[in-house]
């Protein structure tokens, strides 16, 4: 075999063309070589792959001059050490920098540790094989390396994306209204994988919604156009894909994101999650619209059912009292007093009931107006225990207002009708001959006014129920005429002022029924 001498090898190593040599391993094999999620390789900066080959280099020349000091040494330990390290920058920096380490470990394995040392010789076959394994050794290494980290980063990469996506899961998941849901939808992926924009087309109204800024990447042509595919669409010119969202084999619409750097996975999961809480959000809705509507029934059913029966007692006595007066009976003249007396009662008694009916439909539709004003607590006492005083009779009320002063911002005639309310049902439910008591405090920006009877009380399971429409307690719904709208309706008044109402009993002792008023602090 002919022998080869250092100077050849350069001569043919450059007539090989040094550049296109090092510009296709960089290409290919450079160090420190960044893995996509589809398995592209990212070219390496050339300051670090400069960087890279020196500090091989000089691992094979800290080796080389260990050994060479080594009086005794093994040729087969220096090899392996030569593999070891060619391994390792093979693992770390990747083929570029393990195969120029190859050659230089092979050219100084070659020089100084085979005989005769101080000569290049290859024609050795032991020296061929020296370069070979080296070589081998570098290819190998690099290639195992580069799967592995690759496969590394494109599991963390995965991982977080499965985390992302369980975030964005849970934030639209929670989400009930249909339409504020896919107006966040597409920033909310914005914001969870990064994407320069995102859109939102559904196919059943064909609207369009967007992230910040997101109609300037999208066209609303392509978008629809997008709704007759089956699968992810990628289009890699203008950077954009498109994620259809079908429920099985129902199109509800697609999803498009622009420069996303998602997995395909990612994306086909992304589809039916956005589905499911688009449906979810829907269903929500439409249950609740049907509870709504049997609520409303019931509603409805409870109010005719308790309007009936009410007016058929007034209704009664007044048939009565007409029939007999048209029936040309000798009644005298404080009979007739009577019956027309039975008869004005029901009349009056009929009106309550319309008011109460029409105050309950106006809350219910939200269409109370207050007309807030300044006024004291003196002055809405008084104007109730005027507007009260037919119905109390000779019972007395007993007024212990702290701060009659106080003025408080309230609509008055609103204000006055839960008050009255309060004083009529202590009217009604007091043992005969006892007081009602009226006091009043003042806490946390409001007036509250007590009521406090001394009647039979309420049990204290029946307390969290008086404020419901038409309920009246099971002791006193016989003895007491009444809907049971009443207290709903003052408590609905409190309310809207921006107060509360409670009440608290005691069998055998009585009850007491507070509610609140803002106090007015505007001239403070």
Known sequence: MREIS??????????????????????????????????????????????????????????????????????TTVGFSFLLAILIAAAVSGFGTSLLMSFAAALAYDYFFIPPVGEWNISDPQNWIALFAFVITAAVGSTLSFATRRQTRIARRQR????????????????????????????????????????????????????????????????????????????????????????????????????????????????PLVTIAIE????????????????????????????????????????????????????????????????????DRIDQLVGEVSQMSQIESGHVQLKLGRHSVCELIDTVLTECRGILGSRSVERRAANEEVVIRADLGWATKVLA??????????????PIIIRTETGNGLVFFHVADQGPGIESSEIPRIFEKFYRGKEHRCRVQGTGMGLPIAKAIAEAHGGTMSAISRLGEGSVFTFSLPIDRSLD
């Open 160 to 271: 977080q994306e499965a985390e992302r996506l369980y975030e964005l899961s849970q934030r639209l998941l929670s989400a009930g209204d249909p339409l504020a849901l896919c107006n966040a939808i597409p920033q909310d992926v914005v914001e969870a994988f990064g994407p320069r924009a995102g859109a939102l087309l559904l196919a059943q109204d064909q609207a369009v919604f967007y992230s910040a800024g997101g109609s300037h990447f999208f066209d609303t042509a392509e978008l629809k156009a997008s709704l007759a595919q089956k699968t992810v669409r990628i289009d890699g010119g203008s950077s954009l894909c498109y994620v259809p969202l079908r429920l099985g084999v129902k199109l509800i619409g697609t999803l498009g994101l622009a420069h996303a750097e998602l997995s395909e996975e990612t994306l086909e999961a992304l589809g």
């Open 280 to 347: 979810r959000a829907r269903a929500i809705e439409q249950v609740g619209r049907i509870e709504g509507l049997r609520d409303s029934e019931k509603l409805r059913s409870a109010l005719l059912d308790a309007i009936t029966h009410e007016f058929r007692t007034p209704l009664t006595a007044m048939k009565v009292s007409v029939t007999g007066m048209l029936s040309d009976l000798n009644f005298d003249r404080e009979q007739c007093r009577d019956l027309l007396s039975m008869i004005d009662e029901g009349c």
């Open 6 to 75: 250092s100077k050849s090898v350069v001569q043919q190593a450059g007539s090989l063309g040094w550049k296109r040599l090092f510009d296709f391993v960089g290409k290919h094999w450079g160090p420190r070589q960044v893995a996509t999620a589809d398995g592209r390789a990212v070219p390496w900066e050339l300051g670090r792959a400069l960087r890279s080959y020196a500090l091989g280099l000089l691992a094979i020349l800290a080796i080389t001059v260990l050994y060479r000091h080594q009086p005794l040494v093994n040729v």
């Open 421 to 434: 309310h309060l004083i009529t049902n202590a009217n009604l439910y007091s043992t005969p001959g006892t």
